[in-house]
């Protein structure tokens, strides 16, 4: 049998109690507080010090001698994919199309991240086959819905009137928030999502319910990005788009659409504060043909030049959440699996990113 740490303790007080004739005195002054097992109303005095750690001695002894729970181990993060065409109902929220085979062209659709474009960088066609992902599957996994022991909170008063505009990379960001309030923590104060999976800058102007177009919701029914931010009274919004945008659009037509979406904010919301955020970056092995961190960083330096003609302040996630190999780093990804895209977050990444933002804010 384990012996308690206590006992060297317990057959030092004894012997030495004894000796001295101290059974019967009060002891608190001598040793300047009172263990747990002794109320503010009693003295202490050796025979009940005594007594208490051969309580404690036993239970440490029961303790031991009791068999432990086993810990269950974490499941692994699984992703559910269905094959299908793709339709562009990754307007939904929780829903991410993700290209598989180019079975079928079309032109000016966006509902596909990877699209093929030509060498100037112009949209030419998009790849219609794809399987689905459900957002879901990717963030919804023990990390983030399991309180943990240690209680830590992220967030300030800075974030209470903010909202945080983007696509599927912000929906997991909303998901890591939603869970940690869930479990009583504070997460980035009272901030709103307005968010859905495939939005960009371009499928997002159209009119709510047009073709082609993808819009996030605000008490279950879809606005626009201008609309939302007024209906949640808005007065920070934190925008990041253009994943969706970079590969599937003709780059000018895509300046011209972060202007305008930048604009019609302003327009609807005129003593807003906007900030625009850059894209994340993409895990190892996961980069092929135009979809590359080469070609993200080259966008991201677009969205800099753009912020800079509106006096905006461009927040830099992506070289935070990368490692020193340039990549993201594979812990701070959810979907880093053979059929994941590896561009969005676990709760590590959204950790990271949260952390970044109330540390700089």
């Known amino acids: 049998m384990k012996r308690s740490k206590h006992f060297p303790l317990l057959i030092f007080l004894l012997i030495l109690l004894t000796f001295t004739g101290c059974t019967d005195r009060d002891l608190s002054a001598m040793i300047g507080r009172e263990p747990s097992f002794v109320t503010s109303k009693e003295s202490l005095t050796g025979e009940k010090l005594i007594t208490g750690l051969t309580e404690l001695l036993r239970e440490e002894e029961t303790d031991a001698s009791s068999p432990k729970a086993e810990t269950s181990s974490k499941p692994e993060v699984t992703t559910k994919v269905e094959s299908g065409e793709a339709t562009l109902t990754s307007k939904r929220y929780n829903t991410l199309d993700i290209p598989a085979s180019s079975s079928e062209e079309t032109t000016g659709s966006s509902s596909s991240l990877l699209s093929s474009i030509d060498t100037a960088g112009s949209a030419t066609t998009e790849k219609v086959s794809s399987s689905r992902i459900r957002l879901s599957d ?34 997991g960001l909303e998901y890591y928030v939603r869970n940690e309030r869930k479990a009583g923590r504070e997460c980035l104060g009272t901030a709103q999502f307005l968010c859905a999976g495939s939005m960009s800058y371009t499928n997002s102007r159209g009119q709510v319910g047009a073709a082609h177009t993808i819009h996030p919701e605000y008490n279950g029914q879809e606005v626009l990005i201008e609309d939302g931010i007024k209906q949640c009274g808005a007065k920070k919004v934190f925008l990041m788009l253009g994943m969706n945008d970079f590969l599937a659009y003709n780059m000018d037509k895509v300046k011209s659409n972060i202007r305008d979406t930048i604009d019609k904010i302003k327009s609807v919301n005129p003593d807003v504060r906007i900030y625009i955020e850059s894209v994340t970056p993409i895990t190892n ?21 753009i912020a800079g003609e509106y006096g905006l302040r461009f927040v830099d996630i992506n070289s935070q959440l990368k490692g ?15 059929k994941g895209m590896g561009i969005h977050m676990s709760a590590s990444g959204s950790k990271a990113w949260i952390n970044y933002l109330i540390n700089n804010f």
Request: glycine share 10%; net charge negative; hydrophobic share 30%.
């Open 138 to 171: 990717i963030f919804r996994t023990d990390r983030l819905s399991n309180p943990v022991t240690q209680k830590e909170a992220h967030g300030s008063e800075f974030f209470n009137d903010a909202v945080f505009v983007g696509d599927s990379i912000t929906v």
């Open 285 to 305: 092995g996961k980069e092929h043909d135009n979809f590359t961190n080469a070609n993200i960083d080259s966008f991201n330096q677009i969205l800099r030049g």
């Open 324 to 338: 020193s190999d340039g990549y993201l780093r594979p812990e701070y990804c959810g979907d880093n699996g053979e």
